[in-house]
C-alpha cells in the first residue's frame, strides 16, 4: 500500500524562532529534513514573498543549523524552482511560474498552506482533463493481467467503502487511480501518479473523507471493467463520471472559500 502522508500544519513565521532540539545528538538528516519542510512551506505558503532575499547567514540565525545544513536545504529548493542562490546577494525566493508544480513535495507543501482549496481545485481540473483519456487509452493498450489487477482493486475498494474504512478506502483509490493511468501506456499519464496521489490525501484531510457512496463504489467497478473488456468509450465515459461527482464534491469548498475572500 502507499503512505499517507497528511499535510503539514500551516505556520505563522511570525512566531518562529530559532530552532531548539532537546537531542544535542540529533542526525543531520533530521535536522536537513525538518528545516526543509519549514522553509518549502514558508515559501510556498508566501511567507516568504517572491523576491524576497536572504543571506545563509540570517537563514542560519533564523533556523538555528549550520551553513552545510543550510546549503544542502536551499539546493534542493532551487532544484524544484523555489528559490535562486546569487552569489554576493543570497537565497532570493522565486516566483510560482518557476516552481516544480508537478513536484509531490511542493503538491503537499501548498495542500498545507491557507490556499490548499485553490489548489485542489487545480489538482482536480488536471485529474478531470487526464483520467478520462487515461482510461480510454487502457482500454485499448493494458494487458490482460494488469486489468485483472484493476478489477481486483476495484473489488478491495468496493469492501473497504461498504465497511466505511475511510483510512483503507484512500489507500486504495490511490491505488486504483495509479493503476489506471500507469496502464494507458502513457509515460507522461503514468508520471502523473504521485499527483493524483497528494491530491486524494489532500481532500481527505480538508475533510472530504466520508463513506462513498454505492453510486461511486460502481462507477469505479464500471471503469475496471471496460477497461477489461477493452471498451475504450465506455471506460472515457465511467472515467468522466468519476471525475465529475469528485469535482461536485470539492464545490461547496470553493464557493465558501470564495466568500471569505
Not at 524562532?17 to 525538518?34: A, C, F, I, Q, Y
Request: hydrophobic share 45%; net charge negative.
Amino acid at each position: 500500500m502507499y503512505p499517507i502522508c497528511y499535510p503539514l500544519p500551516v505556520v505563522n513565521s511570525a512566531t518562529r524562532g530559532p530552532k531548539t532540539t532537546s537531542n544535542p545528538d540529533e542526525p543531520r538528516r533530521e535536522l536537513h529534513t525538518e528545516l526543509l519542510e519549514q522553509l518549502g512551506l514558508d515559501i510556498t505558503s508566501h511567507d516568504l514573498p517572491v523576491g524576497k532575499v536572504v543571506t545563509l547567514e540570517e537563514l542560519e540565525a533564523d533556523y538555528g543549523a549550520s551553513r552545510s545544513v543550510i546549503r544542502e536545504v536551499v539546493r534542493v529548493l532551487e532544484s524544484e524552482g523555489l528559490v535562486t542562490l546569487r552569489r554576493r546577494v543570497g537565497v532570493v525566493v522565486q516566483p510560482t511560474a518557476n516552481w516544480n508544480l508537478f513536484s509531490p513535495q511542493i503538491i503537499r507543501w501548498r495542500l498545507a498552506s491557507a490556499a490548499r482549496i485553490n489548489q485542489l481545485r487545480s489538482l482536480m481540473e488536471v485529474r478531470v482533463a487526464v483520467e478520462p483519456e487515461a482510461a480510454r487509452l487502457a482500454a485499448m493498450r493494458s494487458r490482460r493481467a494488469d486489468a485483472g489487477d484493476l478489477m481486483a482493486v476495484a473489488g478491495q475498494l468496493w469492501v473497504a467503502g461498504e465497511e466505511a474504512d475511510l483510512n483503507e478506502f484512500l489507500k486504495i483509490d490511490i491505488k486504483f487511480h495509479q493503476l489506471v493511468l500507469a496502464s494507458s501506456g502513457n509515460d507522461f499519464f503514468a508520471r502523473l501518479g504521485s499527483v493524483v496521489s497528494e491530491m486524494l490525501v489532500g481532500r481527505h484531510a480538508v475533510g472530504l473523507n466520508s463513506a462513498p457512496e454505492l453510486r461511486a463504489l460502481q462507477l469505479h467497478v464500471d471503469v475496471a471493467s471496460a477497461i477489461q473488456r477493452g471498451a475504450a468509450d465506455d471506460a472515457y465515459a465511467n472515467m468522466r463520471e468519476v471525475m465529475r461527482r469528485t469535482m461536485d464534491e470539492l464545490t461547496p469548498l470553493l464557493e465558501s472559500e470564495a466568500t471569505k475572500s
